[in-house]
């Protein structure tokens, strides 16, 4: 390869919700670099060689069961503006944000008892083993700016099948830590996205279809996920 800029992520298998990239200059560990179901965008200069391993995350279903898998993201904007790129604009969380859920009863007709999860540091937590239901998702001592979901009904609650995967984004905004760009000053310099602006959603389209309130939040609007464009650098995944 000529030296340059190479924009680096995996076709990753639509069986496969979660992976994540690693590269690195050390081909015996190859951590320089790191994203979570994303892109890499990274300079080659001549003679060096750089190596990436990826790792893909299956998640625990059977044919009783289903999963519901929180991506918690945060974005640096109090009033976000019509239009705003949630995928680009936001990052994902490493404050380990606790979650409940609580199943919906069918005879009491009413949500049970709540379990807690913490989210992990790059801001994923799975609630597995789910009997499918509905169920209602919380975050704990917070409430989100605005989430979304490939499985929910039309009272914003979270809806679990057999043998399948329901995935929820949750966006919190927060308050900007650098200055508005407004085209002068101090945030002049910078107008380009940063490297690896292809979002951890990388892979996901939004559809144009808004809901009501999702326990707590804004709102919410229903998301499928589609294959990337075929990536442009060899890789190896790890097994």
Same mark, same amino acid.
């Given at each position: 390869?000529?030296?340059?800029?190479?924009?680096?992520?995996?076709?990753?298998?639509?069986?496969?919700?979660?992976?994540?990239?690693?590269?690195?200059?050390?081909s015996?560990?190859?951590?320089?670099?790191?994203?979570?179901?994303?892109?890499?965008?990274?300079?080659l200069?001549?003679?060096?060689?750089?190596t990436?391993?990826?790792?893909?995350?299956?998640?625990?279903?059977?044919?009783?069961? /289903?999963?519901?898998?929180?991506?918690?993201?945060?974005?640096?904007?109090?009033?976000?503006?019509?239009?705003?790129?949630?995928?680009?604009?936001?990052?994902?969380?490493?404050?380990?944000?606790?979650?409940?859920?609580?199943?919906?009863?069918e005879?009491?007709?009413?949500?049970?008892?709540?379990?807690?999860?913490?989210?992990?540091?790059d /801001?994923?937590?799975?609630?597995?083993?789910?009997?499918?239901?509905?169920?209602?998702?919380?975050?704990?001592?917070?409430?989100?700016?605005?989430?979304?979901?490939?499985?929910?009904?039309?009272?914003?609650?979270?809806?679990?099948?057999?043998?399948?995967?329901?995935?929820?984004?949750?966006y919190?905004?927060?308050?900007?830590?650098?200055?508005?760009?407004?085209?002068?000053?101090?945030?002049?310099?910078?107008?380009?996205?940063?490297?690896?602006?292809?979002?951890?959603?990388?892979?996901?389209?939004?559809i144009?279809?808004?809901?009501?309130?999702?326990?707590?939040?804004?709102?919410?609007?229903?998301?499928?996920?589609?294959?990337?464009?075929?990536?442009?650098?060899?890789?190896?995944?790890?097994?």
């Amino acid at each position: 390869l000529p030296p340059g800029s190479y924009t680096i992520f995996e076709d990753r298998p639509y069986t496969i919700p979660t992976d994540y990239l690693f590269c690195g200059f050390n081909s015996d560990a190859p951590a320089d670099y790191k994203a979570v179901n994303a892109r890499l965008q990274i300079a080659l200069d001549y003679g060096e060689t750089l190596t990436c391993v990826v790792f893909n995350i299956p998640d625990e279903l059977t044919e009783e069961t /289903g999963t519901i898998l929180v991506r918690k993201y945060v974005c640096e904007v109090e009033n976000p503006p019509k239009g705003y790129d949630w995928e680009s604009e936001c990052r994902l969380s490493d404050e380990g944000a606790s979650f409940t859920i609580s199943h919906f009863n069918e005879e009491m007709k009413a949500f049970g008892e709540r379990t807690t999860g913490q989210a992990n540091p790059d /801001g994923l937590l799975r609630f597995s083993q789910l009997v499918p239901g509905t169920y209602e998702l919380k975050e704990v001592e917070t409430s989100w700016c605005h989430a979304e979901s490939n499985s929910v009904n039309g009272r914003g609650e979270v809806v679990v099948r057999k043998n399948t995967l329901s995935e929820v984004w949750i966006y919190n905004c927060v308050k900007p830590s650098i200055p508005p760009n407004t085209g002068s000053g101090d945030a002049a310099p910078m107008l380009d996205p940063p490297v690896g602006a292809g979002g951890p959603g990388a892979g996901t389209v939004a559809i144009s279809l808004a809901w009501p309130v999702l326990a707590g939040g804004v709102w919410l609007v229903l998301r499928r996920r589609i294959g990337p464009a075929p990536a442009g650098i060899r890789y190896r995944r790890a097994a």
